[in-house]
């Protein structure tokens, strides 16, 4: 069984080829970053654009890569939401003429059910699972059960991990993307210099919070202004090590404390259950991925996560995922539309405060 998948949710224009024996057979991926840099954050018109200007080599150069004619597949997959939804038109608009051409069944894929099974093809990890689904838009621990089978045990009630890694690199004027300009200089940093909050800590639930943590790093920038405005800061590099450094320790300490209560949850519910997996671009922070390791072991849980080229936006997750969708024989009709918002536990109760969480 072969499958094309198709991504184009946010700023990353990608498809990937992928078989039932866990093999990529090909793959293309074009970035935006230079094109969304100068405005410190993904523009959707600009990014919509963008897939509209290159979806159809990438998907040519796909082929190319895998060296089969599209004839060979079996499906096409596309991420069809929670995303901007410019850009995910353009991956479901493409899907579906292939499929139309080729007589291929077309796949609706969850983009963030992409990231929840990602690691299913890179690793040896079995239903049910414990999963932190962590990036710039999303910020939840979940229970996958199955294909299509997701139960959240929290959610952040604000901004997600990911999008407060964005804003705090930009008030230290470091650039975008944020994650992995502060984890290089939180290396050299002094984690306890900077006493910071952590936001619903001792709630007792699993939900997460971080915009009250990235208001209290805006404070200390602010304090090395000497008119109190952000952007006349001056601030030694050292000291931006060390508020990078804390900032990044006090993200880990969050989703780590929230993670352990989610462990006692699926135990007491799922003792046959065995892996902890984290996924998703913030899932690529190796200080996070080596405390989460270490929080599995404490706790009898096997830890696994994608490699880190496929935590970020890709096809690969998006073929995978359709590929596993379409074993269990969940196929859609070419009327299907593209969805903004798209839970991947459609049955969660909606955490208060979070009126801007994507899903």
């Known amino acids: 069984m072969i499958v094309l998948g198709i991504e184009s949710s946010c700023d990353e224009t990608a498809a990937a080829i992928v078989n039932d024996k866990k093999e990529i057979l090909g793959q293309c991926l074009l970035t935006q970053l230079n094109e969304h840099k100068p405005f410190g954050g993904v523009v959707p018109e600009i990014a919509a654009r963008s897939h509209l200007e290159h979806i159809d080599e990438i998907i040519e150069q796909t082929f190319k890569d895998a060296k089969i004619q599209p004839q060979e597949i079996d499906a096409i997959a596309a991420a069809s939401g929670p995303g901007l939804i410019g850009g995910v038109v353009v991956g479901v608009m493409a899907a579906k003429a292939l499929s139309l051409a080729l007589n291929k069944p077309f796949i609706a894929v969850n983009h963030l059910e992409g990231h929840a099974l990602a690691a299913r093809l890179t690793g040896n990890v079995q239903y049910p699972y414990l999963l932190l689904l962590t990036s710039g838009g999303h910020c939840q621990i979940l229970i996958v059960k199955d294909v ?14 990911g999008e407060a890694f964005d804003k705090v690199s930009k008030m230290l004027g470091l650039g975008y993307p944020g994650g992995p300009i502060i984890e290089k200089m939180a290396a050299v940093g002094n984690s306890r210099r900077f006493v910071l909050p952590k936001p619903l800590f001792n709630s007792g639930d699993c939900n997460l919070s971080f915009s009250g943590l990235k208001t209290a790093v805006r404070k200390i920038i602010e304090s090395y202004a000497p008119d109190g405005i952000i952007e006349h800061a001056i601030i030694p590099e050292q000291d931006i090590s060390d508020i990078c450094a804390g900032f990044q320790l006090t993200v880990t300490d969050c989703l780590c404390q929230k993670l352990d209560k989610a462990i006692t949850i699926f135990k007491q519910h799922y003792p046959q259950g065995k892996d902890l997996v984290v996924s998703g671009g913030v899932a690529s922070n190796t200080f996070l991925r080596n405390r989460l390791a270490a929080l599995a072991q404490a706790r009898g849980l096997d830890f696994s996560a994608p490699p880190i080229k496929y935590c970020t936006d890709n096809g690969v997750m998006i073929a995978w995922a359709g590929l596993e ?21 459609e049955n969660a109760p909606k955490a208060a405060g979070a009126g801007g969480v994507k899903a």
Do not use: C, H, S
């Not at 299509?148 to 991990?161: M, N, Q, S």
């Not at 969708?325 to 536990?345: A, I, S």
């Open 325 to 345: 969708r379409f074993q269990k024989g969940y196929t859609n009709t070419l009327d299907f539309k593209p969805r903004p918002r798209w839970p991947l536990d």
């Open 148 to 161: 299509g089978e997701y139960e959240r045990l929290g959610t952040t009630i604000d901004d997600a991990a």
